[in-house]
């Protein structure tokens, strides 16, 4: 079965400093990876999402995250934070087989943004 | 923008009642789910359902049911509401092919009391 892990459940940087979201996966083939954002109140937007190529992919709103498979990780990385990043991140991994392909999601972890 | 509407935000309801939540999607998805939030625990699937009538089992099915009549709404149901079923609900739909990422709903929090 698959699963992931978020280790840190909450995360405090400075706004303009740099910022590392730690995901690990346990899953057998290739997976297909996910990070979501989750403002207060709101649903879950997708910021990125890895399924083959390039291990480095880009997402919206400045977000980059980097799948190592040695290391079974896909982690979650900003050069400058933002207030407005201050939300609650998910990572997820998706089945690559089977008719609905579900999304299994870490605990996420909350950042905060300090001015 | 595919959009994903939950019917209601809040939702107060009282132990033993039967409960419907609502999702409806406008993109002509497949596949639609029913995830709960709870914190620390992340999200984990109730149910799922890649067809009209066509419905699976998630990780935490117990006490619920869902239903599908037509492709647009995915209906969660909780026959006998309880305390323990108090939670942040989230509905998502996608596509079934390659290239798939969900579009989620904005919630609905339920209290049961």
């Known amino acids: 079965a698959q699963s992931v892990t978020q280790p840190d459940i909450h995360i405090t940087v400075s706004e303009g400093a740099s910022l590392e979201l730690r995901c690990n996966y346990s899953?057998?083939?290739?997976?297909?990876l996910f990070w979501y954002v989750q403002s207060p109140g709101q649903g879950l937007q997708l910021l990125l999402k890895?399924?083959?190529?390039?291990?480095l992919v880009q997402g919206i709103k400045g977000f980059e995250a980097e799948f190592k498979r040695s290391q079974s990780s896909f982690n979650l990385r900003k050069p400058s934070v933002h207030w407005s990043d201050a939300a609650e991140y998910f990572c997820?991994?998706?089945?690559?087989?089977?008719?609905?392909?579900?999304?299994?999601f870490g605990s996420g972890t909350q950042l905060t943004v300090l001015p | 923008d595919v959009k994903v509407t939950q019917s209601s935000r809040y939702l107060v309801k009282r132990t033993g009642e039967k409960v419907f939540l609502e999702c409806v999607q406008d993109?002509?998805?497949?596949?639609m789910f029913w995830y709960r939030q709870d914190p620390g625990l992340g999200l984990r699937l109730i149910y799922f359902?890649?067809?009209?009538?066509?419905?699976e089992k998630g990780d935490i099915p117990e006490g619920y049911s869902v239903s599908r009549e037509k492709k647009e709404r995915f209906s969660l149901i909780l026959e006998s509401a309880s305390t323990n079923q108090t939670s942040m609900y989230l509905c998502?739909?996608?596509?079934?092919?390659?290239?798939?990422?969900?579009?989620f709903g904005s919630g609905t929090r339920l209290t049961v009391v």
């Open positions: 998502a739909s996608s596509f079934p092919g390659r290239g798939y990422g969900y579009t």
């Open positions: 899953y057998g083939a290739t997976p297909y």
């Open positions: 890895y399924f083959s190529g390039d291990t």
């Open positions: 997820a991994v998706g089945s690559t087989s089977g008719s609905a392909r579900q999304l299994t």
């Open positions: 993109m002509d998805h497949e596949n």
């Open positions: 359902s890649y067809d009209v009538k066509m419905k």
